[in-house]
Nanobody
């Protein structure tokens, strides 16, 4: 049984930084990729950043240049380094694990971790 668990959210002032972590436990096939999504209050869940099957990274325009997605030494661990945080980054951040053969937004989800950017 594969599980996805996020950690690292919290309260930060505008301009600050946070680092989120995600680990997928269990046996992960190489045909799976991982990424980060977020959902603000009253908004739809949106892609923040992810990896493609060839290891290329993708970012939402709103976070380019501020957020960095990376992998741990184990393929089943990813991170999201968030710098220059803005109030509009406030959301629940979800880690996603999906097959490369299926569309973004499908697959397994973690329980989410709250990120609040406020002074």
């Amino acid at each position: 049984q594969v599980q996805v668990v996020e950690s690292g959210g919290g309260l930060v002032q505008p301009g600050g930084s946070l680092r989120l972590s995600c680990e997928a436990s269990g046996t992960i096939s190489s045909i799976y990729v991982m990424g980060w999504y977020r959902q603000g209050q009253g908004k739809q869940r949106e892609l923040v950043a992810d990896f493609t099957g060839t290891g290329i990274t993708n970012y939402a325009d709103s976070v380019k240049g501020r957020f960095t997605i990376s992998r741990g030494n184990a393929k089943n661990t990813i991170y999201l380094q968030m710098n220059s945080l803005k109030p509009e980054d406030t959301a629940v951040y979800y880690c996603n694990l999906r097959s490369v053969y299926f569309a973004r937004g499908t697959g397994m989800w973690g329980q989410g971790t709250q990120v609040t950017v406020s002074s």
